[in-house]
């Protein structure tokens, strides 16, 4: 591992109070991030990062990137329609294998977007491990969970789960424990992943109140929202991360803060998908940690942070009426240090001794982002990820000068073609 000395860049750091940019020599050894210099016996090279800002890598908290082969293809249908009727056949018939072509697509066009991390939400065995792999990305990865019970008609799925984390863990993948849904799990089968996940040591992701239907569909089988019927069979908790939150019920925030859980918000999939926004005023009131996904390339159309950012803020400013509603540098913290805070890896989502080195080079000669009045909300109001120039996760760079190293476009592009012709209903 080549170890590198980036001069003439302007950091991005994340402050408690803030973000803040700083003119300041950054080395990166062994993978991870240092001010203190080489000492003459070290080995490196010299990046020259002039005119580039330097930021913490985007942390995409929600995906499914297997999702990409069906960008655009159930566009401007009804949600269960799009759902039962679109996804759901191609996805039960796609071969296994497939899902490491389109994977790698999704891989391909987070990290030319600037996404070095993403949390994955899959249902093809390994294949989603073997594309972040390939990729040189970090990845939080997730075996959807269905059924009745964990140890009966969904225990293929959890071996499944436990193997990959046997087979792939490793200083940039991560495992995770992935129940799909409240009305694709059993009470009894979110109950085990909820112990499971305590004795083995488990983040946990779940779709949660994405729709009105599956708020009124809880209400009628427990009385309750699906938030606080959560909390009562005691699934919630600091190491649970919640996937959508749109229709929150009274009480429901309260609930999520005293828990400790994260919520991660996927603007563009609910507003495309016709479920509404979430209130993500209240969130940040109530103090809960919210952070940024994409969802599925089928939901939203594309894996693109920059894209997310900007309009999650233009969304909330416009819908509260109010353009102080979520200032630009929140956003910006969502999609980075608070990402990190709810992987429970400080180390990641920001710039800072002995940090991993997940950076992204942003070129503010881009004529997007061009004078540089304020590039912290350039950012989110500006941007939107052309102007990544180069991307390095822990330490190694996969796109330099906007070549890619770690991935054969061509090959990905050929092959997922193949896939699309034989798989997709049209
Ligand atoms: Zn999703």
Known sequence: MANY???NGTILTCLEKGLKTEEKTVFVRD???SFQPFSEDEDFEVVDARRKLIMPGLINMHTHSYMTMMRNYADDVPFTDWLFNRVMPVEDNLPVEAAYWTSLLGCLEMITTGTTCFVDMHMYHRQAALAARDAGMRAYIGRGLVGEDLYGDGYSRYQQAMEEKEEFASDRLNFLLSPHAIYTCSEKLLVQIGEAAKKDGFLKQIHLSESMTEIEDCYKAHGKSPVAYLKDIGFLDADTILAHCVQMQEGDLD????????IVTNVASNAKLGNGIAPLVDMREAGINVCVGTDGAASNNTLNMFREMGLLSLMHKA????CLAIPSDYIVQMATCHAGKALKDKNIGSIHEGA???LVFVDLDSPSLFPNNNIISSLCYSANGSEVDSVMINGSFVM???DLLTIDKERVFFEVSKIVEANLIH
Do not use: E, L, S, V
Request: glycine share 8%; net charge positive.
């Open 5 to 7: 000395k980036i001069i």
């Open 31 to 33: 993978g991870r991030i």
């Open 255 to 262: 609930i999520i803060r005293n828990c400790g859980a994260t």
């Open 319 to 322: 819908h509260t009426r109010d």
């Open 356 to 358: 991993r080195a997940d």
């Open 400 to 402: 330099k000068n906007r």
